[in-house]
């Protein structure tokens, strides 16, 4: 399987550069000025299409984690680790591009509430993985144990998704945006950004579990020598 | 609202460039031996 997602890389990054323009098209030319918001408004699309690439990761390191528990086999957890990487960076940039749309809008660029806070969480959780990976590297005992925190992650990951519905109107977060709910050329504008962010999403996932393998294969090389 | 897309374009061709460095960088070490 891992030989086949890294063949996927050049197919999914070439998709990925032209749902990118596309995308970028549709954001200037076909999603209206919202009414009350005006241009900022359209930091919407950049914003809620980090989510699916930054959750898809989060549950990538889970299914890599009881692959790895399950067989053993180091490419599972490859693949746990790629996927807290990626998705990682995709939490980054939804947590980045959140408070540049709130300021204008809300007038603050943070609010402690229940949807903020929990991914602000979720975030700690992936750095702290991946700071475990660092500082405990390449010994089966740190797999197993990053393979336990990554699977106990994801748990977080539907608390973080309703959160605005469990704040039962006290959170000034939008709830969840359905595309066929939103007016004409918002749904299609914001399904490319979905498209573009996760083809880009596959693309870098397959380039970093390569670099997990190709590492692998060189500590390999160094400790036969 | 232009911020907001330099920063998520210019930090996802930022880590696709660093990953194809590094990759590049291990294969050739790979190879050479």
Known sequence: MERWIVASAKVTGIA???????????????APVERVQGAVQKIFYA???????AYLGFILTA??????LASRRESWDRLALSGAEVGLLFCSLGLITGPIWAKPVWGEWWVWDLRLTSTLILWFIYVAYLFLRGFAFGTDTARTFASIYGILGTALIPFVYYAVDLAQ???LHPSNPV???????MGSTLVAGMTAYLLAF????ARRIEIAGL?????????AT | MIVAYLIVGNALVAYALYLEWRRLKLRR???DG
Do not use: K, Q
């Not at chain 1, 595309?179 to 050329?185: C, I, V």
């Open chain 1, 47 to 53: 914003h809620v299409a980090c989510w699916p690439p």
């Open chain 1, 215 to 223: 590492e692998a294969a060189r500590e390999e090389r160094d400790w």
């Open chain 2, 29 to 31: 070490r790979l190879r």
């Open chain 1, 16 to 30: 990925a550069l032209a749902a990118f323009n596309v995308w970028l098209y549709m954001v200037v030319a076909v």
């Open chain 1, 179 to 185: 595309p066929e709910g939103l007016p004409a050329g």
């Open chain 1, 63 to 68: 299914v890599g984690g009881i692959g790895f």
């Open chain 1, 202 to 205: 596959f693309y870098l996932t």
């Open chain 1, 169 to 171: 109107g006290s959170t």
